[in-house]
T-cell receptor
Framework: DTAVSQTPKYLVTQMGNDKSIKCEQN?????MYWYKQDSKKFLKIMFS???????INETVPNRFSPKSPDKAHLNLHINSLELGDSAVYFC?????????FGPGTRLTVL | DQQVKQNSPSLSVQEGRISILNCDYT??????FLWYKKYPAEGPTFLIS?????DKNEDGRFTVFLNKSAKHLSLHIVPSQPGDSAVYFC?????????????FGKGTKLSVKP
C-alpha cells in the first residue's frame, strides 16, 4: 500500500530521446508535485498540480511537461533529453500540512 | 541564492547522545518549516514540522525549535540511534506545506555510531 509510487526507478536513455516518468498517489491529496535533485543534491520544485490545474511552474524548460489524467496521477514527460537533465526526479503529493515523496527516478542521459 | 541553508554537510554523533541539526533561512515570508529524512535510493520521508506561530514542536525523540528573530531552526534527536543515520533536509514554505512550494536546504548527513 505504497502512498506515492513512481515508475521507473531507473531510466537510462540517449540524448534527444523523449521519455516519461509516471507517478501515482493513493493518499487522496488534491496537490501533486515534481521535484528535481541535481548533482549538487539540491531538491528543487519543478511543478505542482491542484485539481488538474498547474499552480506552480518554476523556471523549467518547456521540454518538460506534467500531465495529470486524474487527481491520483501526475506524470512527467520530457522531450529532447539533454545531458543536463540527468538527475533524480521525485514525485510528491501534499495535504495542508506536508508533502509526501515517492522513491525517486534516477534519470541518466548518455 | 539559497533561501534555506544547512551549513553543516555532515555530523557524527555517538549512539545515545543528542544530535543537533541546524538550518538557517533568509526569507521572512516563510511561515512553515519541515524536516525530512532521506535514506540512500529512497525518497525523503517527512519527520516533523513547525508553524511560525510556535517556537517548539516535539514528537517522540524529535524536537524542532524555531527562532524567528534569528531566522534559525534546529532539529534535536535524543537519544540518537544508529537507525537515525541518514541525510536530513530542512524545508520551508511561504504558504503552508501544500499550497506553496517547499524550498529545501542542501541536507546534513548524520552518522550515529554505535
Amino acid at each position: 500500500d505504497t502512498a506515492v509510487s513512481q515508475t521507473p526507478k531507473y531510466l537510462v536513455t540517449q540524448m534527444g530521446n523523449d521519455k516519461s516518468i509516471k507517478c501515482e498517489q493513493n493518499l487522496g491529496h488534491d496537490t501533486m508535485y515534481w521535484y528535481k535533485q541535481d548533482s549538487k543534491k539540491f531538491l528543487k520544485i519543478m511543478f505542482s498540480y491542484n485539481n488538474k490545474e498547474l499552480i506552480i511552474n518554476e523556471t523549467v524548460p518547456n521540454r518538460f511537461s506534467p500531465k495529470s489524467p486524474d487527481k491520483a496521477h501526475l506524470n512527467l514527460h520530457i522531450n529532447s533529453l539533454e545531458l543536463g537533465d540527468s538527475a533524480v526526479y521525485f514525485c510528491a503529493s501534499g495535504d495542508t500540512d506536508t508533502q509526501y515523496f515517492g522513491p525517486g527516478t534516477r534519470l541518466t542521459v548518455l | 541564492d539559497q533561501q534555506v541553508k544547512q551549513n553543516s554537510p555532515s555530523l557524527s554523533v555517538q549512539e545515545g547522545r543528542i544530535s543537533i541539526l541546524n538550518c538557517d533561512y533568509t526569507n521572512s515570508m516563510f511561515d512553515y518549516f519541515l524536516w525530512y529524512k532521506k535514506y540512500p535510493a529512497e525518497g525523503p520521508t517527512f519527520l516533523i514540522s513547525i508553524s511560525s506561530i510556535k517556537d517548539k514542536n516535539e514528537d517522540g525523540r524529535f524536537t524542532v525549535f524555531l527562532n524567528k528573530s534569528a531566522k534559525h531552526l534546529s532539529l534535536h534527536i535524543v537519544p540518537s540511534q544508529p537507525g537515525d543515520s541518514a541525510v536530513y533536509f530542512c524545508a520551508a514554505s511561504a504558504v503552508g506545506g501544500s499550497q506553496g512550494n517547499l524550498i529545501f536546504g542542501k541536507g546534513t548527513k548524520l552518522s550515529v555510531k554505535p
